[in-house]
C-alpha cells in the first residue's frame, strides 16, 4: 500500500530500511553514502541538517534559526514557541533548517526543509529569516524542497498539521521576488523525485534544479535524450507559480558542485 507512511527505521535507530529495494541499511553507511541505498542506488530522503553539511563546502555554517536568532526577534515575532516545534515529533530531525556558509568559495544562504514534515509556521518564519537575510547580506538564496507529491503522501497520515496559507505563500513569493530585483540568485533544488510528477508549494527560484538518480554523472549537458523527453514532459507539472522549467537533472554527489559552479558563475556576472 502506502510503503512511504511505514516504519522504516528501527527503534535504535541503527538500520533504515530501503524504499526502493527493502534491504535494511546501516544508518551510519548510509549517511557516509550521501542517504543513497547502496544495494539498489535508491535516493533516501536527507534529514535537513544532514543536507546543510552535504552541500556547504566546510563544516562550519551558521544557523539561522533557530540556533542564532536573536532574543529580541524571537520575543517580537512571537517566535519562542516556535522553538520548540523545530524537531519532528517522532524523529530527532529538524523540520527545516537554514545556514549561512560557503559553497567552492561563494558565501550563500541555503535552507533545506525535511521531506517529511507537513508545511507549517514554523516553515514561513524559517523561509522569512532565510530570504530576509539573503536580501540584507546580498547573497544568493538556495531552497531544496521535497517534492509534493512524496510529502502528501506523508501529510495525509498527520492528524493536525497545520498548511501554510495562500497568503503565507504569496508574501514569501513576494519577498523572494525582490531578490530577483537586486540580481542576487535564487536557485530551486526539487528532491525526492522518485515519484512521477513534481510540484512544490513552496515558493521557486529563478533557477530549479532537479536531484535525480537516473542523471549522468557530473556533466548535466551530457544527458541521453530520453531525459531531454522525459524533461519537458515534466517540466509542464513543475511548481504552483505557474511557468516554471527544469534547468538540470542532478544527481544527488554531484549537487554541491553543481550549486558551486552556478553561484561561481552568477558571481562572475554580478562582478562585471
Ligand atoms: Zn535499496
Do not use: M
Given at each position: 500500500m502506502n510503503s512511504a507512511t511505514e516504519i522504516k527505521e528501527s527503534p535504535d535507530g541503527l538500520w533504515h530500511k530501503c524504499d526502493g529495494c527493502d534491504e535494511?541499511?546501516?544508518?551510519?553507511a548510509l549517511e557516509r553514502n550521501l542517504y543513497i541505498c547502496p544495494s539498489c542506488g535508491y535516493y533516501l530522503p536527507v534529514p535537513a541538517e544532514q543536507r546543510l553539511n552535504q552541500i556547504f563546502s566546510t563544516n562550519s555554517w551558521i544557523d539561522l534559526f533557530p540556533d542564532s536568532a536573536p532574543q529580541s526577534l524571537l520575543e517580537s515575532l512571537d517566535l519562542a514557541d516556535l522553538v520548540s516545534?523545530?524537531?519532528?515529533?517522532?524523529?530527532?530531525?529538524r523540520v527545516i533548517a537554514a545556514g549561512e556558509g560557503e559553497i567552492s568559495g561563494c558565501s550563500t544562504i541555503l535552507t533545506v526543509i525535511h521531506p517529511l514534515a507537513p508545511p507549517q509556521r514554523l516553515h514561513f518564519v524559517t523561509l522569512l529569516i532565510a530570504i530576509r537575510t539573503a536580501l540584507m547580506k546580498a547573497l544568493p538564496l538556495i531552497a531544496v524542497y521535497s517534492n509534493d507529491a512524496v510529502s502528501k503522501m506523508i501529510a495525509a497520515d498527520e492528524p493536525t498539521a497545520p498548511e501554510l496559507s495562500f497568503a503565507e505563500i504569496t508574501y514569501l513569493s513576494t519577498e523572494m521576488a525582490k531578490l530577483s530585483e537586486t540580481r542576487l540568485p535564487q536557485?530551486?533544488?526539487?528532491?525526492?523525485?522518485?515519484?512521477?510528477?513534481?510540484?512544490?508549494?513552496?515558493?521557486?527560484?529563478?533557477?530549479?534544479?532537479?536531484?535525480?538518480?537516473?542523471?549522468?554523472?557530473?556533466?548535466?549537458?551530457?544527458?541521453?535524450?530520453?531525459?531531454?523527453?522525459?524533461?519537458?514532459?515534466?517540466?509542464?507539472?513543475?511548481s504552483l507559480n505557474g511557468?516554471?522549467?527544469?534547468?538540470?537533472?542532478?544527481?544527488?554527489?554531484?549537487?554541491?558542485?553543481?550549486?558551486?559552479?552556478?553561484?561561481?558563475?552568477?558571481?562572475?556576472?554580478?562582478?562585471?
Open positions: 535494511l541499511v546501516f544508518r551510519q516545534q523545530t524537531v519532528c515529533p517522532d524523529l530527532p530531525e536557485i530551486t533544488v526539487l528532491t525526492d523525485a522518485n515519484a512521477r510528477s513534481l510540484s512544490t508549494r513552496f515558493p521557486i527560484g529563478d533557477i530549479i534544479l532537479v536531484e535525480d538518480s537516473n542523471s549522468s554523472t557530473g556533466v548535466s549537458e551530457r544527458q541521453p535524450p530520453i531525459t531531454d523527453a522525459r524533461r519537458k514532459a515534466e517540466s509542464r507539472s513543475v511557468e516554471a522549467f527544469v534547468d538540470h537533472y542532478v544527481p544527488r554527489e554531484a549537487l554541491p558542485e553543481t550549486l558551486g559552479n552556478l553561484l561561481g558563475f552568477f558571481a562572475k556576472t554580478r562582478g562585471t
